[in-house]
Nanobody, 123 residues
Framework: QVQLVESGGGLVQTGGSLRLSCAAPGRTFSSRSMGWFRQAPGKEREFVAFISWRGGSTYYADSVKGRFTISGDNTKNTVYLQMNSLKPEDTAAYYC????????????????WGQGTQVTVSS
């Protein structure tokens, strides 16, 4: 099956920036919604950001609003997460996911997931 592949994670200091990428070779994003999630050790996986090109909408968790930006390049079938003003509490494994629903209501409505890329923010 087609896999989602994340990249761009790394180690940065508080206040720094990272740009995560999620590619899906052989899969078209135009008819799907894409989301970014994260999971820190000992915590449940949580929603970060969502984009639906067919719906023309984006949505962010309150914890990242104003700092993170989700965008995409349909030509490259790639979705991005630009993360600015990073904080230690942003440290987590970040996952991209794809959903056939216009507005996914829960994580179970995402049917494809990447392997994750680690983001570590030092203080």
């Amino acid at each position: 099956q087609v896999q989602l592949v994340e990249s761009g994670g790394g180690l940065v200091q508080t206040g720094g920036s990272l740009r995560l990428s999620c590619a899906a070779p052989g899969r078209t994003f135009s008819s799907r919604s894409m989301g970014w999630f994260r999971q820190a050790p000992g915590k449940e996986r949580e929603f970060v950001a969502f984009i639906s090109w067919r719906g023309g909408s984006t949505y962010y968790a309150d914890s990242v609003k104003g700092r993170f930006t989700i965008s995409g390049d349909n030509t490259k079938n790639t979705v991005y997460l630009q993360m600015n003003s990073l904080k230690p509490e942003d440290t987590a494994a970040y996952y991209c996911a794809s959903s056939p629903f216009l507005v996914p209501a829960r994580q179970s409505e995402y049917d494809y997931w990447g392997q994750g890329t680690q983001v570590t923010v030092s203080s």
